[in-house]
């Protein structure tokens, strides 16, 4: 039949052609010799033409306009035309071929599936082998120019070839397809890569010294390079975020801030990502960014100025920085002098600091970062350069008349970084040999300006944790029992050392968090770090006695005999953790008699002087019991419980007799006042709990003055962050993150909400796990299952806004999980209970519950509508098939929340009309694939959605983003995309011929 076809078209181009038909009279009459059920390209139509078009050695114009007809007119589809030209591979026929070439140029760049019955992925195939046709064509035209056979004509060929070339890839939706087909066709895309490669090797070796002209050359030049385009289809990382108005970037400012005071012992690796993303997001020039940093730290200093946190910004600035710079520098280091000539720029920040610490904080600085012990990332002669400018351009009045300043900060610190490897080396001594020199080393280091400056120091270089676990490696030593009774001095000694070193563990623990000093697995049976977890309160939490073994009765009774009014604690022999897991149960003992009046009170306080008198340790532990005991009984039975605590956490009286206890009960009080802040408020806090939340103020007025009191200033202080903090773990990470979004959504101005956008991905990585998770779980499901009434919060720009901070905390989550798995995060240093760190493995199906005992807060009544009768339920809307998520990783929760919150996408997008909702899901993927992040976010994005979003909004996409879009690791997929892009080519030239009409 296909014969019969095939000999009745040929009759009637003969006939056409001798009586010189029009091609549309052509066009009307082969029709009608095609059955019904057959289709021009399955009766060989292209090929038919093309042979009576290139009979001889000149082509057959009148049938070739056939051919150019049949094209256009779609009578033939794409595919079959190009294969049909692929056929021909005389170049010696050069008029021949420079028609073929002629004929491409009027249609390769327009190309696209004609309905139904064209296949895309064939055609993406067919355009990948047109490209290795042409280019084999280039290769053996330009032989022929270097033998100078034919040079002419060769050279007549070339240059269409190179138009046909030129033409082909200068159209998006052509190298997108090409792109796609090389996975199907890597033979292919490999011979064109061979190809590629010996015409460049021709064209640099023997084609340059000819005479070509330069216009050829230039022709050729470029379609050598046309490959590029197709391995390079995708788009690169562009920033979301313009922030360049601002005299200030937030978003440094603000992960400063956090680092600095909440995360002093974070590992170098996840600040510098942070910075990294930061700086990618918002399109910074690396030079800016280290001007930033400086800026940011200096800013940091004077706010911390005389403040408990003074020294962790100083040991930041001084210490941290310079290695987070060596990380960055890496690559461009001449970036930084440009950075620290522009911070010069700033004087009167650089006086202020200057000022306030009474010293040239440049100096310092400047000194660390060509310090060639350390890091040489400046030379001396830059050093010399960069002071010079800044003596020049001070303002600062000159204090040589004065008398010397006290030592400052920067120098403290400086100097406190050699003290810790100091310190390191004697705790690595042997003791049994050493004790009383190993006493006086931490007796030196006990007074709280040393200790705090050691452990400032030692958090900054990442030895904190080495220093902690040293400490209760010391103090399982310490706690062991000296029998001989001559040994009495020595046995005091111990009972000093395990006294100090458990006072410092103590102190650490409450500074730094459990992660600090009990995260060691060689010392997990360690006394003091099997204390600290059973024990000692964890961000609020008491612990209940009822959870530590019991006590033994009879070292018990010997512990009341020794506190009891004329009794002394011995120190020899003794095991100090017995004393210490016992001591609670005497003061038990001592309660209970107490409360059936077989004590008097001033019997108890006597009592109590009597724990506090030697050993400072020993309060400590009571006092953890009677937290513990205050939180779990009613109200009735807690007034001789407080009254207990109050009077142990008074201040004891000095005894010149009692060897350093002047310093160990310093320590003790700074324990003691941690320890019991939430039980005993009338107590004063400690200095770094000052931006306490009030307990009268409601947690959302709270909230609300913190963020509107950062946003015009455009910075925050060390108070705003810790009560970020605090608010955080108060109202839990749903309702803090539904309050911050909505509040920074109340804004209209691009630019504030491109700045408010900047202040919370800055702020969530506070903890950027739960925030992350909250607002792809439950703040961003919220908004969209509202009715249409109050979806103003998604209107552009808005909905953009929000959807750029959801991109941004997503990749940033993406990123650490990433440098988790692979061991490169390194200690985050963020204070957390050992409960919360337990908790990580657990799936994520209760995040939005509410912890327990949590208080729980009000959202605005606008948030609490969920699945209204006009909203989305996900359950109903579901498209069987096409909206099956991925398959994934069910115990990453921050995978299933993608995979969750696209199948909510796709149920938006599956009403097919345009509203704040669907625009959301289109900014958001925009996002995704302008961060370039596509691949490792919107591979949970179900296939169909990507046809489902060309559907609503067709003039929104270009060829490279749906590229990007699409999953090509399957053939499914990749046909799928290539019918998307085809679509939208399609649709994009109508669109543009109607705009051109």
């Not at 046995?491 to 070193?501: E, N």
């Not at 006072?503 to 204390?531: K, R, V």
């Not at 407080?642 to 000095?654: F, R, V």
């Amino acid at each position: 039949m296909a014969g019969q076809n095939g000999a009745a078209i040929k009759s009637q181009l003969l006939r056409a052609w001798r009586e010189r038909w029009s091609d549309l009279q052509w066009s009307v009459n082969v029709k009608k010799v095609i059955p019904p059920c057959y289709t021009a390209d399955s009766c060989q139509l292209p090929d038919l033409l093309l042979q009576q078009a290139l009979v001889g050695s000149s082509p057959n114009a009148r049938v070739l306009s056939y051919f150019k007809h049949a094209v256009s007119s779609q009578m033939v589809t794409y595919t079959a035309a190009m294969s049909s030209v692929m056929q021909c591979e005389d170049t010696d026929k050069r008029h021949c071929m420079c028609a073929l070439m002629e004929v491409l140029d009027g249609f390769v760049s327009r190309v696209s599936c004609a309905g139904c019955s064209e296949d895309s992925n064939m055609l993406a195939r067919t355009l990948l082998r047109l490209l290795k046709w042409l280019y084999s064509l280039l290769t053996m035209c330009v032989q022929k120019l270097v033998e100078s056979k034919q040079g002419h004509e060769a050279l007549e060929l070339s240059d269409r070839i190179c138009s046909v070339l030129q033409k082909l890839v200068s159209d998006n939706a052509n190298t997108a397809l090409m792109f796609i087909a090389r996975q199907d066709e890597s033979d292919v895309f490999s011979d064109i890569e061979q190809l590629e490669l010996t015409l460049r090797t021709m064209w640099l070796s023997r084609v340059a010294s000819s005479g070509l002209p330069n216009e050829l050359r230039l022709k050729l030049e470029k379609s050598v390079n046309c490959i590029a385009k197709i391995q390079k289809v995708q788009a690169e990382a562009q920033p979301l975020l313009d922030v360049s108005f601002h005299p200030l970037n937030i978003s440094i400012n603000v992960l400063l801030n956090i680092e600095a005071v909440l995360n002093p012992t974070s590992a170098i690796e996840p600040l510098v990502e942070n910075l990294l993303i930061i700086e990618r997001m918002q399109g910074l020039q690396r030079a800016d960014l280290y001007c930033e940093l400086f800026r940011s730290c200096l800013m940091g200093m004077i706010d911390a100025c005389g403040g408990p946190d003074e020294l962790k910004w100083a040991a930041f600035t001084f210490i941290k920085l310079p290695q987070v710079l060596v990380k960055l520098t890496c690559d461009n280091p001449e970036q930084l002098e440009r950075s620290v000539e522009k911070l010069i720029s700033y004087g009167p920040l650089l006086d202020l600091v200057d000022t306030k610490y009474n010293c040239d904080c440049l100096h310092f600085l400047l000194h660390e970062l060509c310090n060639k012990k350390k890091y040489v990332l400046l030379g001396d002669v830059q050093c010399r350069k960069l002071l010079s400018q800044r003596q020049n351009e001070s303002q600062r009045q000159k204090q040589s008349d004065q008398p010397a300043p006290q030592q400052h900060s920067p120098s403290l610190i400086l100097r406190a970084e050699l003290t810790v490897t100091t310190v390191l080396k004697t705790l690595d001594s042997d003791y049994s040999k050493n004790e009383e020199g190993l006493l006086g080393v931490l007796c030196h280091i006990l007074s709280m300006k040393s200790l705090e400056l050691i452990l400032s120091a030692a958090a900054a270089t990442g030895k904190l944790r080495n220093f902690a676990t040293k400490l209760i490696k010391f103090n399982e030593f310490a706690k062991q029992m000296i029998g001989e009774s001559g040994r009495a001095a020595q046995a005091q000694t111990r009972a000093l050392l395990f006294d100090i070193s458990f006072l410092m563990l103590c102190h650490i623990t409450q500074t730094y968090g459990t992660e600090a000093t009990c995260s060691d697995p060689l010392y997990a049976n360690a006394f003091f770090t099997q204390w600290a977890l059973q024990c000692l309160p964890d961000n609020g939490r008491y612990k209940s006695l009822q959870v530590l073994p019991p006590g033994d009765q009879s070292k018990v009774d010997a512990l009341l005999t020794q506190f009891n009014p004329g009794g002394e604690l011995t120190t020899c022999p003794v095991k100090w953790n017995d004393v210490c897991h016992n001591c609670p149960y005497a003061l038990r003992e001592v309660l209970y008699a107490w409360e059936h009046g077989a004590l008097t009170a001033d019997s108890v306080k006597l009592i109590l002087d009597n724990i506090k008198s030697k050993m400072c340790s020993l309060p400590v532990v009571v006092s953890t019991w009677l937290c513990g005991y205050i939180s779990t009984v009613d109200s009735e039975s807690r007034a001789k419980p407080l009254q207990m605590l109050q009077h142990i956490s008074s201040p004891a009286p000095h005894d010149p007799g009692n060897q350093y206890y002047t310093e160990r009960s310093c320590l003790m009080q700074m324990v003691l006042t941690n320890l019991i802040g939430d039980i005993l408020p009338q107590i004063s806090p400690p200095a770094h709990m000052s931006s306490a939340i009030s307990s009268t103020t409601p947690a959302y007025k709270l909230l609300m003055t913190a963020l509107r009191g950062v946003q015009p200033k455009g910075c925050i202080d060390i108070k705003t962050t810790q009560q970020f903090q605090q608010l955080l773990k108060l109202g839990g990470p749903n309702w803090c993150c539904e309050h911050l979004v909505r509040e920074v959504l109340s804004d209209s101005c691009v630019e504030d909400l491109n700045k408010g956008v900047a202040f919370l991905f800055s702020l969530f990585l506070i903890d950027l796990d739960s925030l992350t998770l909250s607002l792809l779980r439950t703040t961003i499901p919220r908004l969209l299952q509202m009715d249409h009434t109050r979806l103003h919060l998604l209107i552009d720009p808005r909905g953009t806004a929000l959807a750029k901070l959801c991109v941004m905390c997503t990749v940033a989550l993406l990123k650490m999980n990433d440098m988790q798995k692979d061991g490169t995060a390194g200690q985050r240093g963020k204070k957390r209970s050992r409960t919360d760190a337990s908790l990580e493995d657990q799936d994520s199906a209760d995040i939005d519950d509410q912890p327990t005992k949590m208080r729980k807060l009000p959202l605005p009544d606008d948030s609490m509508a969920v699945l209204a009768t006009d909203s989305f339920n996900l359950g109903e809307l579901l498209v069987p098939g096409e909206s099956k998520p991925p398959a994934c990783n069910s115990k990453d929760p921050l995978t299933k929340a993608l995979v969750d919150l696209f199948q909510l996408f796709s149920c938006v997008l599956s009403s097919r009309e345009a509203s704040p909702r669907t625009g959301f899901v289109l900014a958001f993927v925009q996002n995704v694939v302008k961060a370039g992040a596509a691949s490792t976010i919107l591979q949970f994005m179900p296939p169909a959605m990507v046809l489902q979003l060309r559907r609503c909004m067709p003039a929104e996409f270009t060829s490279d983003m749906l590229t990007c879009m699409c999953d090509l690791s399957t053939p499914r997929s990749r046909k799928i995309a290539t019918k998307v892009i085809s679509q939208n080519a399609k649709y994009q030239r109508q669109l543009k011929s109607q705009t051109s009409s």
